[in-house]
Each structure stands twice: as C-alpha cells, then as structure tokens.
C-alpha cells in the first residue's frame, strides 16, 4: 500500500518583531508592509494582518485585502433619502424625497440631504445676539461716546460676575443657571468675532465707527420718545 500524503501550505506573512530590552514578547497579528499584504492573494476569508507602514489592519474578503476602516465612501452614504422621515409627517415613504434648502433641486440622497443641511446648520451656529444693554439715551451727546461690546458680552456671560461699567455707570445684576447647567459658559474671544449694527434708530443714535475688538463709538443726536427705541447688534464667530 501506498501512503499519499497532503500537504497544505497557507501563506502568511513573517516580519521580525523588535522589543526594547527586558520586555516581554506578546503574541499578534502578522505583519507586513501594505504591498506585502495585497500582494497575498490565496489567504483563507477572514485572515487579518497589520500594516507596518499604514499602521492599520487588513482583512481578507475572500477576494481583496480590505481595510479596517470609518472612512465611508459616496455609494455608502449614497443611499435614498426616504429612508428618513425628512418632511415630517409620521411615515417613512417617498414623500420624503425633497427640496431640503429650498434650491429648487431635489435632495434624492442621504448624501444630498447632508450636503444641504450643512451649509445651514453651520452658518446658524455662527451667529449670535450679545446680551442685553443699557444705553443710557436721555442727555444729548457733545462728544463721541464709546461703549465696549464685546467686554459687555465677555462680562455678562462670566456668571461670577455681576456688575459692569457702561459709560462710567456701574450696572448691578443677578445671574442664575438650571440646577444641572456647567458653571461656566463658554466665551469667544475678541479676535474670534465679528461685530454688526443691524438697526440703529437714526433719531437717536448716530453711529460713528465699529472697530474689529467690538468697540463701538456713537452719539446720542435726540431723546427717545417711547420705550421702543431699539439698537440690534449682532455677533458672528469667525
């Protein structure tokens, strides 16, 4: 009788392993530069190895070397929009494909919606009112007046304050949070701003100049005469 024997190789990759002195060897995956790994191409589904100079894992399909990897592709996310119930309405249907921002273009994607929204989302987060004021409107001005908007902005929302300056005037004031609210209240810084006077009420503010560290200088050119005179200012983080 004649004895045939098999024998099955399996490829697989060997790199040396340096260790620092005194340390102890630990069992892992095999390794390889990137180019040695793809370059396998009969390894079992399912084998792994480490890629020395990409310093990922890879897996093997079946057919490629995959990377172990959260970058997703387009025609990951390229999925139909109606997955989600975009316009609100309870169910989950193609009413839901839609004009997300309103360009007159169909969002028929996950990936158009997320395109759409963004632009809106982050412009939103950009812009803010500052605290409320007290300008005091009653004496007509003989001289330009300043006032600080961005250190009033700084000031009110430090809650371990509670009294500001405004043209020489000390302001007192109260602060308060919700029980569970971080004590602190994140503040941009001057230079992280842009500042804007969006109205102004012409018949009694005269704005003269706004600087780049929110200083505003202004005069008073007539007494109001209703408690509805307003000045809107607005801020927008760079």
Do not use: C, H
């Amino acid at each position: 009788m004649r004895l045939l024997i098999l024998s099955f190789l399996f490829p697989y990759i060997v790199a040396a392993q340096v260790l620092p002195a005194g340390a102890t060897p630990v069992s892992g995956l095999p390794q390889g530069t990137t180019a040695q790994i793809t370059a396998v191409t009969t390894a079992l589904q399912g084998f792994m190895a480490y890629s020395t100079d990409e310093r990922i894992i890879y897996y093997y399909d079946g057919t490629a070397w995959i990377p172990f990897t959260d970058d997703q592709t387009a025609a990951e996310v390229n999925t139909i929009a109606s997955s989600i119930d975009l316009n609100g309405d309870g169910a989950v249907n193609a009413a839901d494909i839609i004009d997300v921002d309103g360009d007159a273009t169909v969002d028929a994607t996950l990936q158009d919606v997320v395109e759409a929204i963004t632009p809106i989302t982050s412009k939103a987060g950009r812009v803010f009112y500052p605290p409320s004021i007290e300008i005091d409107a009653s004496t007509i001005s003989t001289t330009n007046e300043t006032i600080n908007l961005y250190q009033q902005y700084a000031n009110q929302y430090d809650l371990t304050q509670n009294s500001t300056v405004i043209n020489g005037v000390t302001v007192n004031y109260q602060t308060a949070k919700s029980t569970s609210a971080p004590n602190n209240i994140p503040i941009y810084t001057a230079a992280e701003l842009d500042y804007y006077v969006t109205f102004a009420d012409s018949s009694v503010f005269n704005i003269i100049s706004l600087s780049d560290t929110g200083i505003l200088t202004y005069r008073i050119v007539g007494t109001p005469t209703s408690d509805n005179t307003l000045i809107n200012v607005v801020f927008v983080v760079r």
